[in-house]
């Protein structure tokens, strides 16, 4: 089975600065998507970024990219140019192009934007 | 597309009755998923539909959980003699198949918060 962690329970940030969130994975498949949700207070949850894993190219998103460490199982999300916005509980999660397709998720990390 | 669509956003219960959560998926989308989500832990996988099909049932989702798609387009949750330990945001996500473009995304919907009395 797969699992997700998350170290960082709560961050904080300043506006404009740049914040990194970690999280590792484990699992023994070689082939698999790796995303980045955001899950605003009282607000429902949207994807911000994904990664496949056969690609070792990092994917970016405007003021969001990720570092994909495939052989060190780690997938950390870079937050550029903070904005208030920006805060919300972020969400590492894995998947398996297989059947099921679930979506197996982190304990997460809340991040607090401040002036 | 209006996103996918949950009803209701709370339910207050007290312990034994039963309770039924709805989900409107957007509306191309084949695949149907609900997960729990409990205070200061990600979502955790309940159950998915392809189509009208259930295919998969975590063992989260004890005999007291039951989950239909009955014309392959809404979806409900139903939780029978419900026990405190059942408090929890259910969400609801849809998505496209697979092997489509952006088939591995899913969009969530609010979520339904069931607070057991």
């Known amino acids: 089975a797969q699992t997700v962690t998350q170290s960082q329970p709560e961050m904080s940030v300043q506006e404009a600065e740049t914040v990194t969130l970690s999280c590792t994975y484990d699992t023994s498949e070689s082939n698999y998507y790796l995303f980045w949700y955001k899950q605003p207070p009282s607000r429902q949850m949207i994807l911000v970024i994904r990664q496949e894993a056969y690609k070792q190219q990092n994917a970016t998103e405007n003021r969001f990219s990720v570092n994909f460490q495939k052989a060190a199982k780690s997938f950390s999300l870079k937050i550029s140019d903070s904005q208030l916005g920006d805060t919300a509980m972020y969400f590492c999660a894995f998947m398996s192009p297989g059947t099921a397709s679930k979506l197996t998720f982190g304990t997460g990390t809340r991040l607090q934007v401040t002036l | 597309d209006t996103g996918v669509s949950q009803d209701p956003r709370h339910k207050i219960t007290k312990r034994g009755q039963n309770v039924t959560f709805r989900c409107d998926p957007i509306?191309?989308?084949?695949?149907l998923y609900w997960y729990r989500q409990t205070l200061g832990q990600g979502p955790e996988f309940l159950t998915y539909?392809?189509?009208?099909?259930?295919?998969?049932k975590s063992r989260l989702l004890s005999d007291r959980f039951s989950a239909e798609r009955p014309k392959g387009s809404f979806s409900t949750l139903e939780i029978q003699r419900t026990e405190q330990g059942d408090s929890a945001m259910y969400l609801c996500?849809?998505?496209?198949?697979?092997?489509?473009?952006?088939?591995?995304?899913?969009?969530f919907g609010p979520g339904t918060r069931l607070t057991v009395t």
């Open positions: 996500a849809s998505s496209r198949l697979p092997l489509a473009v952006n088939g591995d995304e899913q969009y």
């Open positions: 539909f392809q189509n009208e099909a259930q295919l998969e």
């Open positions: 509306s191309e989308h084949n695949r």
